[in-house]
Each structure stands twice: as structure tokens, then as C-alpha cells.
């Protein structure tokens, strides 16, 4: 798919080779002693290192006035190689296309769920998408929808975090003065179920692809119904029926969820937000079983 150009690379090495190697010794596929150096020492190799050929891509790049005024969008084209994320493009037209470009990132390895926009239609995480990823020939990346624009690709979590505050997100203790280690038995449903549910890096990404967030503002989202069902499971806690009855609301709850999968599709941390969805349902229809945790 890509072709590759053979730059010579010259590497001086006092012990790579034995004392009295020579280039006709040494000579293979992998590296050439250029003629003149005749018992080199040390010895002088030009290696052969393939790298990519850059290839030219097309972005098209969502572009708007400060209050997110939309204002349609800038087309780039660029030449990437193919290990390039989304985000190394975005960086690319920033420093050398258009300075005034504005988007998010801070720890660009997919932990911290800044730069997370639409590209291609899809919530993805810039920093971790290739750009070069198969069928791709031109890149349109979007700020990501549900959510309010601030400018170009950065948009406001605040819609996002708002739903999030609603389910009680910190851990209440039921013994809040005791001095004593609340363990969990390892072999309990809560410790089984944390270890897939816990990874939440709030990036926002299934909250922009839910197809229920489309239509519906009051719905709390897959994000902030995942962190309720890991607290209401939790059995060192105790504000249970308070978020019982908030997730069991006919508008905003878990009865919303059309389960279309796109949360888990979606999420950068593979967490299976459509199960813990699932859970609570259950959980709702038998209240005593949310009792006994």
C-alpha cells in the first residue's frame, strides 16, 4: 500500500564489528560500506532504514467564530505518514497551514479524553486514531455533537458534567466515622463487575454518540448511568434510593435507552456501558436485590 524510500543513515560504531573486520566481510542486505574505507577503524556503516513515503491526505476540518458560530469548513491537504494520528494532522495545520485553529489535547496517550472530536462521523480520541486507517482518503473532523461549540473542534462539557453531578458521582459512605478498612470480598458481584466498569476517562465520546442524547436533553447519558450503577452496587455505600429513584425517571433514566450499542462502540476504554445499562434495569424491577448489596 505504501511505498518506501531507503535513506542511508551513517553510524559509527567502535564495537560492532570485530577488530579487523572489512567491507567485503560485512557487506549484506541490511547495511553498505561505501568504497574508501578499506579496514575501517572503527568502522563506518551506512545502514539501510526503510521509512514510510508520506502520503497526501485531505482534511476537512469543522471551522466556527468564537461562540461557536458554525462557518463551514477549511479544507487541508497535507502530506502525513502513515503512523499519523488526527491529532498530529491537527498540529500540522495549526503550525504550518492556520495558527488559528483551536482544539484540545493534553496527554496525547489516550488517558485523559481532551481531544476527543467526531472524525469521520464517529467520537474517537484524535490522539489515538490513525490517520492513515484503511478506506481513508479524506479526513473530516468535527467538533462532537450534543454538545455546545466554543470554537472550531472545542465544545463545552458542561451539558456532559451536569448529567454527571445529577447520579451522585462521590462515594457516600454508610460509616463515615469509622476508622476501620471497608473491604470487599473478592468473589462479591461488586468486585467482579468493577474491574470493566471503573476506566471512565469522562471524554464525552458516548455521550455525543448516543442517539438518545439527539433528542432528548433530560436523558443523564451512558457515562453518568455507568458511575451511578458502580456506586449503587457498591455495597459500602448509602445514597442508594436517592440514585434508584433518579435512574428509574421515566425521562432522564435508564428506560431511555433504546440499547443501540453506540456508547459501546465508541468508548476508548472498551468499557460495555450497554451492560451496565442492562444491570440496572434488572436491578429496578427487583428493588429488594438493591437492598441486599
Same mark, same amino acid.
Given at each position: ?21 572489512? =567491507? ?10 561505501? *568504497? ?57 495545520? *495549526? ?52 454538545? =455546545? ?12 458534567? *451536569? ?74 455505600? *448509602? ?55
Amino acid at each position: 500500500m505504501f511505498s518506501c524510500t531507503i535513506p542511508l543513515l551513517l553510524a559509527e560504531s567502535h564495537r560492532l564489528f570485530n577488530p579487523g573486520c572489512t =567491507p567485503e566481510a560485512e557487506l549484506t542486505s541490511d547495511f553498505y560500506i561505501p *568504497q574508501g574505507y578499506q579496514n575501517p577503524s572503527p568502522c563506518l556503516v551506512w545502514y539501510l532504514v526503510l521509512l514510510p513515503e508520506l502520503i497526501t491526505f485531505e482534511i476537512r476540518v469543522s471551522r466556527s467564530a468564537e461562540a461557536g458560530i458554525r462557518k463551514g469548513f477549511d479544507t487541508f491537504r497535507m502530506a502525513l505518514e502513515p503512523r499519523m494520528t488526527v491529532l498530529d494532522a491537527l498540529f500540522e495545520i *495549526q503550525r504550518h497551514h492556520d495558527a488559528s485553529l483551536s482544539f484540545r489535547c493534553a496527554c496525547r496517550v489516550g488517558m485523559c479524553g481532551t481531544c476527543a472530536v467526531s472524525v469521520n462521523g464517529l467520537p474517537q480520541l484524535a490522539c489515538k486514531t490513525r490517520a492513515a486507517a484503511p478506506g481513508r482518503g479524506t479526513l473530516t473532523v468535527e467538533p462532537l455533537p450534543h454538545l =455546545p461549540v466554543i470554537k472550531d473542534l472545542v465544545v463545552s462539557l458542561d451539558p456532559f458534567f *451536569q448529567q454527571w453531578k445529577q447520579v451522585l458521582p462521590a462515594f457516600r459512605p454508610k460509616h463515615p466515622e469509622s476508622r476501620e478498612l471497608a473491604s470487599i470480598p473478592e468473589d462479591s458481584t461488586f468486585a467482579r463487575a468493577i474491574p470493566r466498569k471503573r476506566d471512565c476517562i469522562t471524554c464525552g465520546a458516548c455521550f455525543a454518540a448516543c442517539g438518545v442524547k439527539a433528542t432528548s436533553g433530560e436523558y443523564l447519558g451512558p457515562a453518568a448511568i455507568n458511575k451511578a450503577f458502580l456506586r449503587l452496587m457498591d455495597p459500602r455505600d *448509602q445514597a442508594k434510593k436517592e440514585r434508584a429513584a433518579l435512574l428509574n425517571d421515566e425521562r432522564s433514566g435508564v428506560w431511555r435507552c433504546h440499547a443501540q450499542f453506540n456508547c459501546v462502540s465508541v468508548c476508548p476504554k472498551n468499557i460495555d456501558l450497554a451492560d451496565s445499562i442492562a444491570r440496572l434495569k434488572r436491578a429496578l424491577l427487583f428493588p429488594q436485590r438493591l437492598a441486599r448489596t
